[in-house]
């Protein structure tokens, strides 16, 4: 089973980013190009029944998988990075996290009107940042068709956030 696969891959590092915090490390998983197959695969089935018009990937694990599976869907793939560090003309959404606060970006020109969109990244935590990056996505007309995500932190019910944007909400891994 990929989720079994999936977390027998990971590696969990103790006290990172700071003390008391258990990370889940995904990046044992690039090192099995099996395993990043088989990811893409089951993300591009998971969405079949959906007309997606692009993927939208979170800075900057979200890169990873979401750019292989624009690919594999044959639609574009579209950067949202943080700020200052997209080069031509952008929209911008300026977010609180639990200890600050944050702005992501994206270019002006990168959804077409009614376009539907994946957002796509590494992990769903608390949905901040997908959540605005749904917002971008909607401030250039386009439509969320759905979420996908390797990793989540059901504990945190960032998918209880991201519902309002859409109920198609895809976790490979759930801890």
């Not at 690039?30 to 800075?59: M, W």
């Amino acid at each position: 089973m990929l989720e079994q696969k999936i977390k027998d891959t990971i590696r969990d590092v103790k006290d990172f980013p700071k003390p008391g915090i258990l990370f889940k490390d995904i990046t044992p998983i690039f090192h099995n190009q099996e395993l990043c197959n088989e990811i893409v695969a089951e993300f591009a089935n998971r969405f079949s029944n959906e007309k997606i018009d692009a993927i939208v990937g979170v800075e900057s694990r979200g890169f990873l998988f979401g750019f292989a599976l624009a690919n594999k869907l044959n639609v574009p793939f579209i950067l949202v990075r943080k700020a200052g560090k997209l080069p031509y003309e952008t929209i911008s959404y300026s977010y609180n996290l639990e200890y600050g606060s944050a702005k992501i970006e994206m270019q002006v020109d990168d959804i077409k009107k009614g376009w539907k969109v994946i957002i796509h990244d590494d992990l769903l935590a608390t949905g901040g940042t997908a959540e605005a990056a749904s917002i971008l996505v909607q401030m250039q007309g386009g439509y969320i068709a759905g979420f996908a995500f390797v990793l989540e932190l059901d504990f945190l019910k960032g998918k209880e956030r991201l519902a309002q944007y859409s109920p198609n909400i895809v976790s490979l891994v759930n801890y």
